[in-house]
């Protein structure tokens, strides 16, 4: 086996049997999240908005002192990345060898109400400078070509609504109402987990697939073409022009034009799951 292979699996499997654990660290009793809002000098505690951001904020923070501790006890030290805007979250340097990296990535996003096996999905970094220059140092700690493998430590929800106005008093506090609830922690590599389409609208991001049995299994649809693919496909997204039969050109913006035109087998693609009634865009 490969020895490059097996310390990325070896991580992969330490990490997974680490995050199984972090259900009970978050969580109460009956499934609601532990942390109920933000207190004041005077012991007035406050709700927590319901804004992704601000509950993905917090849940990093809330996990962070854990993850320091397992980083520790498997030989490897945490590297922050120093801006907001850098990547990964969270580099793992191993402590005897610092060739040996791996970039962890928070992900969180919510089950979508109307249909509770999709959740809402997110972005897997970008697609920009330091992902097509692989020895760029733009907007990432390290140079992406210095990591071992590129993994996702995500957390699924769901939301509960609660009245973000009112202010409790610090007796109360297990009386109130967590703003998220019942948790599914998953590891799993980026490309895994990918779609063929963008994130978040226009940006240069890439986006993920949405079932959650698939996010949580790792299959996405680059997951049987394989790595090699999902980093050609990126590179190149929107770059490729071809004409069509009628003389008109179009740029490449799906899976399945890129592995016709790159001669690949299209019959390796795994569909990307779509809510009932819901139309491909590639129809």
Known sequence: MNQDFQIKQEFFQTLTQFVSSLDEHVSTDDGQWSIKGFIDVCRNIYTISSDTKIISKILEIHLFPRILGFAEEIGYRVVLAEHQNYYPDISFVRADNEDIKFAVDFKTTYRLPDSPEFCNGFTLGSRGEYFVNRTSSKNIQFPYSQYQAHFCLGIIYSRHIVDETRTYRFEELRSISSVIKDFEFFVAEKWKIASDKSGSGNTAN?????KITDIVSGRGMFSDLGE???????????????????????????????????DGDVGLIIPKARKTGQRSRNQ
């Not at 890439?206 to 949405?210: Q, W």
């Not at 190149?236 to 022009?241: A, E, P, R, S, V």
């Not at 003389?247 to 490449?252: M, R, S």
């Open 206 to 210: 890439i986006g993920s697939i949405n």
């Open 228 to 262: 090699n693919w999902f980093d050609d496909y990126w590179m190149n997204y929107g770059k490729i022009t071809v004409t069509e039969d009628d003389g008109k050109t179009k740029q490449i913006r799906n899976l399945k034009d890129f592995v016709t035109y790159r």
